[in-house]
């Protein structure tokens, strides 16, 4: 793959993980070409980034195996006996994908998410500009599927990513009152679905830190392979968690 400029790396200052008290964090961060967007999409995702914006992005930690990128490998994967409850119990919604632009629905659905799941967070003040900058700003075609009731009501929603061999999930979030039924799951799940159908390898989930409880879901999606020196491999997870 040749490029007709250039890429520009640079790294941030440390700022507190948000994740664990102590530690440090920066980030290798670059930004997109917009003539040549999916092409450093396709070949940096493979590389451990992730997108924000019109950026790219990956942590720096001490210990460079303490935040890893994982994917799931959707050719191999397999539904649990418990994934398999949540797939059935929430066969009722309803899936569309829509271009990725910000409505107010949705943005009441964000705020109430974050508001009772992630307080303590950035995301906790995001203003309605504040949303609709982080759904509409990609130099991509991004989508936003959202999942409706059969009362049309809006449940859960996610921002995706579709890049030449997989699917990134950018963003999610979901009605805290219906937490029992797993929507944050069911959301991978139709990813993986999804994504087999359309005949591509991987789901993109971002970052796995093995210490966090809040990003404990993601090791449930198996084989899960992590970006570490320089190469995915399969996580061992009887023994990694």
Known sequence: ?????????????????????GEEERKLVTEFSNHEAIQQYDLLIKAGFRRSHNYLYRPIYNNPDYCLSVRVRVDNYRMTKS?????????PLEAKAYKAVATEEQFGL???????RHSDG?????????????????????????????????????LVDWVYDGVSAVYSFFDIRQSDKGLGSYMILWLLDEARRR????????????ESQKMAYKSKFTPLEAFQGGAWTELSLSSDL
């Open 83 to 91: 994934q398999r409850r949540i797939w059935n119990k929430n066969q």
């Open 199 to 210: 005949k591509l390898h991987y789901l993109y989930l971002g970052y796995w830190i093995k």
């Open 110 to 116: 964000f705020r109430s998410y974050v508001q009772q």
């Open 122 to 158: 950035d995301m906790s003040d995001m203003s309605w500009d504040d949303y609709k900058d982080m759904i509409e700003t990609s130099p991509i075609d991004s989508e936003i599927i959202e999942f409706r009731a059969v009362d049309n009501s809006l449940v859960s929603a996610c």
């Open 1 to 21: 793959m040749v490029f007709t400029k250039p890429q520009l790396f640079f790294t941030t200052p440390p700022a507190p993980c948000p994740y664990k008290e």
